[in-house]
């Protein structure tokens, strides 16, 4: 059998899922109360349980998904809500292109899983793991992301429905909406490891909150790219420093 094809017949790739799995095992802790978050507020907005779900299963991007539901709820064109919603995911993109060398060797058919299930948490302990262990084989490497991705989306349908359908019932003093910051924090973090990360995550910060008055969240996608040249203009003087073309 091809070396790209996931086949758990080999220990070796059960191994690799198993460990995508339980590296992403931590990520639940913020995940669940992000997704039941957004069942009460999807509910809460007027959205019924199908139109709920049906966003939670086509857009499976938290983010993206609250900054739609918000812009539609101060009544902005669906145009304007699917622009910044679609914005808010071109984080995708890059990382998508950032596991190309890893993972654009398997077949057609694991590239769109891959593709449709592609989450923050997935994309984060991946590209760690790849980075810290590069002899990994490439079928390895595509059963450890599936091991990763099919611990965080399942459970973020479940949390939506159980979100949208018991959502009254959810205690105010449970604060769900702590889940979307820890979340993030949880995986930015780890990658702060070098300084044009840092002064990347720092720019970000700095200019969300210059930026911050700016209507319908458009301030945090200036910052994200300032943020970008920033770290990118670090690093390449931090090459020449170093002699390196």
């Given at each position: 059998?091809?070396?790209?094809?996931?086949?758990?017949k080999d220990?070796?790739l059960r191994?690799?899922f198993?460990?995508?799995w339980?590296?992403?095992?931590?990520?639940?802790?913020a995940?669940?109360?992000?997704?039941?978050?957004?069942?009460v507020?999807?509910r809460?907005?007027?959205?019924?349980?199908l139109?709920?779900?049906?966003?939670s299963?086509?857009?499976?991007?938290?983010a993206?998904?609250f900054?739609a539901?918000?812009?539609?709820q101060?009544?902005?064109?669906v145009?304007?809500?699917?622009?910044?919603?679609l914005a808010?995911?071109?984080?995708?993109?890059?990382?998508?292109?950032?596991?190309?060398?890893?993972?654009g060797?398997a077949?057609m058919?694991?590239?769109?899983?891959m593709?449709?299930?592609m989450?923050?948490q997935?994309?984060?302990?991946a590209?760690?793991e790849y980075?810290?262990?590069?002899s990994?084989r490439p079928?390895e490497?595509?059963?450890?992301?599936?091991?990763?991705?099919?611990?965080i989306?399942p459970?973020?349908?479940?949390a939506?429905?159980?979100?949208a359908?018991?959502?009254?019932?959810i205690?105010?003093?449970w604060s769900?909406?702590?889940a979307a910051?820890?979340?993030f924090?949880?995986?930015?973090?780890?990658?702060?490891?070098?300084l044009?990360h840092?002064?990347?995550a720092f720019t970000?910060?700095?200019f969300?909150i210059l930026f911050?008055p700016?209507?319908s969240?458009?301030?945090?996608l200036?910052?994200?790219?300032?943020?970008m040249i920033?770290?990118?203009?670090t690093?390449?003087?931090?090459?020449?420093?170093?002699?390196?073309?």
């Amino acid at each position: 059998m091809s070396d790209t094809m996931l086949s758990f017949k080999d220990s070796s790739l059960r191994s690799a899922f198993w460990r995508g799995w339980w590296a992403c095992a931590p990520f639940i802790f913020a995940a669940v109360p992000f997704g039941l978050l957004f069942g009460v507020v999807a509910r809460n907005a007027g959205l019924d349980l199908l139109e709920t779900m049906g966003m939670s299963v086509l857009v499976i991007a938290g983010a993206a998904q609250f900054t739609a539901l918000s812009l539609l709820q101060d009544n902005a064109s669906v145009f304007l809500a699917l622009f910044a919603a679609l914005a808010v995911n071109l984080r995708m993109a890059m990382y998508s292109a950032a596991l190309v060398p890893h993972l654009g060797h398997a077949p057609m058919w694991q590239r769109a899983v891959m593709a449709y299930l592609m989450v923050d948490q997935a994309y984060a302990v991946a590209g760690r793991e790849y980075e810290l262990n590069p002899s990994m084989r490439p079928a390895e490497k595509v059963a450890y992301y599936f091991g990763a991705m099919l611990l965080i989306c399942p459970l973020w349908y479940v949390a939506t429905f159980t979100g949208a359908v018991l959502g009254q019932a959810i205690p105010p003093e449970w604060s769900l909406d702590f889940a979307a910051p820890i979340c993030f924090i949880a995986l930015i973090a780890p990658m702060l490891r070098s300084l044009p990360h840092i002064v990347a995550a720092f720019t970000s910060v700095v200019f969300a909150i210059l930026f911050a008055p700016l209507p319908s969240g458009v301030g945090l996608l200036f910052a994200a790219f300032i943020a970008m040249i920033a770290g990118a203009e670090t690093e390449r003087r931090l090459a020449r420093k170093a002699g390196q073309p």
